[in-house]
């Protein structure tokens, strides 16, 4: 009880002194922090290295805050930097309530999170929910006899005859998701890597642990949870077999499944809300890794009552793999068409990033800003990636001995992993790109010395000072904090044009989705807009500072960002 009081005494603190600084930055008092604020991802492995061991580190990140309040984030997350063997590197947690060596220790993160808390910059760690190392203390327990107390804490059951799993399902990084232990002869269950097993959430003792865990990172002072692999908590307890899909087979050979038996079980909403309950004590803010097929799945994990997770990624717009204005117009409406918080990601650590994705080889870095503008204009909550601001590319393996993924040396060469998104940042032009000044874990990008923070940092012009300029508008134009969303020019095949409106203030985003240049002529009438002419805000490319609503000049890949008057 007294652990409660104080909780929620310190909680209240922490939430008055950071409310403070929600509105220094301007934006409607009502809305939570977390509507207003820009995310920013942090892998740490790849970030800054600050003893020199080739790895990226906690002390690391804490030398570039300066670095980020200057690009004006509001939060970081960290993918895992728990004790972990980093089969998955990080993804195998071996002790929640710690840190990993490689990264440094508790006192380091104490001090990442207070020195953020100066600047205005919220912690937000990754919370890998669905498993554990199978190196964690539960699972050496629970492996280790089946009437150990810990034995109910993972999915353990009897294949279905010698040699053969319990049922048909597959891991999502190759193979079958059952590994039997020699120990009891019995098989566990893994979606991901056998060094994964998953955890029985059925068992209500893992509910409590779990949430133990997110109690004690709160009172550490993080504002909130990205939940991994939150999609994946239940399973069947039937074990019924995943139907197939036509005889195709994936880049690790096997085939593919649909996985109706092991993956958004109606149960894991349950979990959610408790979570959510256990968050709100503290004003936490929980993200989720949410991969849906369809927008009704991604809308219940809003929860019904708004009850569950504030942010949950939409992830439908990774499937708009080019630059195209009529994928995107038709994306963000659906964004759009239901109340909840829009979370827009368009790289992350599994993906390739933007530069790649969506380059054509002759436009990048007018694409990169191109989709800066889109991302950071729309309503909801961007997720930027690090380096995205800088304009890195992937930089994947060249050969199957490179790799260090697993899932690249087994699906290699048709996935070739995932290490090329996760390559050093780049910091300057010197050795290493400043990373670190010891051959980096994974190499650095052979453009690093035309695309790195330092050298972005003095061209007026570069994708970096894009970024901080969009930023510093976006936190401080009351229509880009707070307006709605008004699509504009709805069949125009090369140009994607909206409004954000709000309190009067009208700001115009048009963005030239093509090749080659456009001259837009805005249809506002349609919407009962009426406006003579627009002040730009902010462009891509060199425009007249005021502009005539009916002839908008765009150059190939331009994006413009005016006020209508
Ligand atoms: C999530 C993470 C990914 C990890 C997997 C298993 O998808 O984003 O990097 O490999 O979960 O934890």
């Not at 990080?90 to 060596?101: H, L, R, T």
């Not at 993160?109 to 190196?135: C, P, W, Y």
Request: hydrophobic content about 35%; proline content about 6%; some cysteine.
């Amino acid at each position: 009880m007294r652990r409660q009081i104080l909780g929620l005494l310190f909680s209240c603190l922490v939430c008055l002194n950071l409310s403070a600084i929600a509105q220094e930055k301007g934006g409607r008092p009502d809305q939570r922090w977390w509507q207003h604020a820009v995310f920013y991802e942090i892998y740490p492995r790849s970030f800054a290295d600050s003893n020199n061991d080739g790895l990226g580190d906690i002390k690391g990140i804490t030398s570039k805050l300066d670095y980020l309040h200057w690009l004006g984030v509001d939060a970081i997350w960290l993918t895992p930097m728990f004790p972990s063997p980093q089969v998955d590197f990080g993804y195998d947690v071996s002790d929640y309530e710690n840190v990993d060596p490689h990264y440094g220790t508790l006192a380091d993160m104490d001090q990442l999170i207070a020195e953020g808390k100066r600047r205005g910059i919220r912690v937000i760690l990754d919370f890998v929910v669905n498993h554990t190392s199978d190196q964690h203390p539960w699972f050496i327990e629970s492996r280790s006899s089946k009437t150990n107390p810990k034995r109910d804490w993972y999915i353990w059951r009897d294949g279905k005859s010698a040699g053969q799993p319990p049922n048909n399902w597959t891991s999502l990084f190759g193979g079958p998701a059952w590994r039997v232990d020699p120990a009891t002869n019995q098989w566990y269950y893994h979606y991901f890597y056998p060094a994964q097993p998953d955890l029985n959430w059925r068992n209500p003792e893992v509910e409590t642990a779990m949430f133990d865990v997110a109690r004690w990172w709160y009172r550490r002072g993080v504002a909130g949870f990205r939940l991994d692999a939150v999609t994946n908590l239940f399973e069947d307890p039937e074990l019924t077999d995943n139907p197939l899909v036509d005889h195709q087979t994936n880049a690790y050979g096997d085939p593919v499944q649909q996985p109706i038996h092991n993956l958004e079980l109606p149960e894991l909403h349950g979990v959610l809300q408790q979570l959510r309950k256990v968050s709100d004590e503290y004003d936490g803010v929980l993200i989720g890794e949410t991969w849906t097929d369809t927008v009704d799945q991604l809308k219940r994990y809003y929860g019904e009552h708004g009850n569950e997770l504030q942010l949950p990624i939409d992830f439908l717009f990774f499937a708009v793999g080019k630059i195209s204005a009529p994928d995107f117009r038709k994306q963000i409406a659906v964004a759009e068409s239901f109340e909840g918080q829009p979370v827009y990601v368009f790289s992350n650590h599994d993906e390739p990033r933007q530069y790649t994705k969506y380059g054509d080889g002759r436009h990048n870095d007018q694409i990169a800003k191109l989709l800066a503008s889109l991302y950071l204009t729309l309503r909801g909550t961007p997720i930027l990636y690090y380096g995205e601001e800088i304009g890195m590319e992937n930089n994947d393996p060249k050969t199957k001995e490179d790799v260090q993924d697993p899932i690249g040396k087994l699906g290699w060469p048709k996935d070739k992993g995932r290490d090329g998104e996760r390559t050093p940042m780049q910091w300057n032009a010197e050795v290493n790109a400043g990373f670190s000044q010891v051959k980096p874990w994974n190499p650095v990008d052979a453009l690093y010395k035309q695309y790195n923070v330092e050298v972005e940092r003095r061209d007026p012009n570069s994708i970096l000072n894009y970024y901080r300029n969009l930023l510093s508008l976006r936190h401080t134009n009351p229509a880009l904090l707070d307006g709605k969303y008004v699509a504009l020019n709805e069949d125009d095949p090369n140009v994607l044009a909206y409004l954000r409106s709000y309190a009067g203030k009208r700001v115009l985003i048009v963005l030239n989705m093509s090749g080659s240049t456009q001259a837009v002529k805005l249809d506002l009438l349609s919407k009962g807009i009426s406006a003579k002419s627009s002040k730009v805000l902010l462009a891509s490319f060199k425009t007249p500072k005021r502009g005539n609503v009916n002839k908008i000049d765009l150059e190939p890949f331009g994006a413009y960002i005016a006020e209508l008057e």
